[in-house]
C-alpha cells in the first residue's frame, strides 16, 4: 500500500513539465553580445581620415541600441603601426592617433553610464622593435635583452651566415632577423618589426601580469588574447641547446617562403601556453575578489579543436571564459550544405566542457567577412544562428548591416600580408585591408566615417545603399532584423534552453530551442532553392509554428502560422518560428 502511495509523488518530481529545476545566475558576460571594433575604421572624431577613440565614444548610444552590452576593441596601444596595433611600443600607453589617456577614461566612464562594458586587446606575444624594451636590450641591458628570444646563426657552406634554423614568419620570409648591435637573431614569428618576448624569462611573465593589472584598474572589463598559442617555443635545452628545425607540412600549393610551408610543432601549441593562460585568469580574479564583477577571458587560437578547448581550464585551474570558435569561420562558407554547418556548430558544443559556454563568431579583423563569405542573402540566417544558438554571440562591426570587403588596390594597400607577397597581382589573397575598411555610417562623404580628403583606407564601393542610416529609415532590414534578434536572444527559452539541430536536406538547417513548454525552431536555407519541410522529425514538435521573425526577403509576415510538417522555405530564407501548441 505505501509504495502505491509514493508512486504519483514520484512522477511528479520526474515529470520536466511540473517541477521547475534551478536556473542558475547567469554572469554578465553569459547574456550579452560583444561587439568587436577596429578603432581604425570605426568612427574619425578629429577629421584626420583615422578612427580614434572619441569616434566610437559618440557612437556609443548606437551600439547600446543594438542590443549590445559590451565592446570589444583591437589595440589602441602605442605603436608604430606596422602592423596597425599588434606591433606595441608601449603597452601602458594609449597610441597618440587615437587619443589620450584622457580620452581613454572617458570612453570608459560614458560607456559605463549606458551599461556597456570595454573588453581590451592584449597582444602578449611580442612587442615592437621600437620599444624601450627592444631598445634597451640592443644598447646592452640585460634586463631587457632577456625579454627576448636571441639565438646565433650558423655559417654556410660558402662561409655566409643565415639563420639558425629554418622557422618561418607568419608574414612569409623567416621568422628570425640579424642584429649587428648584439651579434644575433632575435626571433619574430610575425613581421620583423614585431619580436617574440621570452615567457622562460620570469620577468616578462611579472611585466605582461602588470600589464594586464594596470588596464583592469583603469576599468576594463577583460581582455581578449591575441595569438596566444605562439606564446612559447620549445625549450631548446631539449635539443642539444639549439632550436630544431619544423618538418615540411606537405602542403604543395605553397612556397618555401610561405608560413604554410611547414608543420609548427616547436613554434605553436606548446604545453607551457595553457598554464600561462591559467595564471592570467588568476590575475583576472583577483579583480573580482575585490568587487565581485567577473573580468572576462576571451582567447584567439586557430588550433585543433582538442587545442582550444584546453584554454577553459584543466581541474581545478580556470583559463579563459571563451576560447574563441572559429569554426563558423574555417569550416563552412557560401559553399557549405547543411551538413556542414550542423557538423561545424556540433563540433564546439561536444568538444566544450559540459559545464562551460559555448561562443559563435563568424568575422573579424583577419578575415574575409561574413556578408562575402556567407554571400549577403544569408546575413540574416547567420545572424540568426550567432544570436540564438547556446552561448555567447561575438558580432564584427558591420556584421549587423551585411557589410561586404570592400575593394582595396595594390597601391592603397597597407596591411604587411599583403604588401609582404610583393605580388601586385595576387596579393587580395592575403590582404586584411578588405575587411577592414572604414564603417558605413551614411551616404556623406566617405560614408560619415570622416570628413578626411583622404580615409586611412578607401571606404568600400556601394556605401552609398549600404549604411547604418538607410537602414533604419527602411521598413524591413538587416540592422533591425539583429536587433529583434538580440532582444529575443534575452528570453529564458535562450538563455537556458535546450538545444538539437537537424539537416532537413542538402541545403536547409534547423536548430531547436526549448524551455518549460516553449520551443522555437530557427530554420535557415543556405541556397535560393525552395523547399517544404518536415519540422516534425524534430521530437514533441507537432501542430502548428508561427513566424516570430524572418530574413529580409523573406515572403511570410510575423504571425503567419503553418502546419508543422509542410512549411514551405523560399530561397535563402531565415525564420525564427514558435511552436504554437
Known sequence: ???????????????????????????????TIFY??????????????IGDLNGITSKLEYIKGLGVDAI???????????DFGY?????????????????????????????????????????????VWFQE??????????????????????????????WRSHFRGSAWEYREEVGKYYLHQFVVGQPDLNYRNPDVVEEMKNI?????????????????????????????????????SGNVNVDPESHDYLNHIYTKDQEETYYMVYEWRDVFDEFKEKDGLTRVMMTEVYAAIKDVVRYFGEGDRLGAQMPFNFDLITDVDASSSAADIKYAVDKFMTYKPVDKDANWVVGNHDNSRMATRYGPPLVDGINMIVLLLPGVGVTYMGEELGLVDGYVSWEDTVDPSGCNTNDPINYVLSSRDPERTPFQWNADKNAGFSSADKTWLPVAEGYETLNVEVQEAADRSHLKLYKALADLRQEKVFRYGRYDSLAMNQDIFVFRRWYHGETYLVVVNMRDVEHVIDLTYFENVHGSVRVVLRSIQSPKNEGDEFNASSLPVAGFEGLVLKLTN
Open 36 to 49: 568587436q571594433i577596429y578603432p581604425r575604421s570605426f568612427a574619425d572624431s578629429d577629421g584626420d581620415g
Open 212 to 248: 594586464i593589472r594596470f588596464w583592469l584598474g583603469k576599468g576594463v572589463a577583460g581582455f581578449r588574447v591575441d595569438a596566444v598559442n605562439c606564446l612559447y617555443e620549445v625549450d631548446k635545452e631539449l635539443f642539444g641547446g639549439k632550436y630544431p628545425d619544423e618538418p615540411f
Open 72 to 82: 570589444w576593441l583591437s589595440p589602441m596601444f602605442q605603436s608604430p603601426m606596422y
Open 1 to 31: 500500500m505505501r509504495a502505491v502511495l509514493f508512486l504519483p509523488i514520484l512522477l511528479v518530481l520526474c515529470s520536466g513539465n511540473v517541477l521547475k529545476h534551478e536556473e542558475r545566475d547567469l554572469d554578465w558576460w553569459e547574456t
Open 87 to 131: 606591433d606595441i611600443s608601449d603597452f601602458y600607453a594609449v597610441h597618440d592617433e587615437y587619443g589620450t589617456m584622457e580620452d581613454f577614461e572617458n570612453l570608459i566612464d560614458t560607456a559605463k553610464e549606458l551599461g556597456i562594458k570595454v573588453v581590451l586587446d592584449l597582444v602578449p606575444n611580442h612587442t615592437s622593435n621600437e620599444s
Open 137 to 166: 636590450a640592443l644598447n646592452g641591458n640585460e634586463k631587457y635583452y632577456n625579454y627576448f628570444v636571441w639565438e646565433d646563426g650558423v655559417i654556410d657552406e660558402n662561409g655566409n651566415r643565415q639563420p639558425p634554423n629554418n
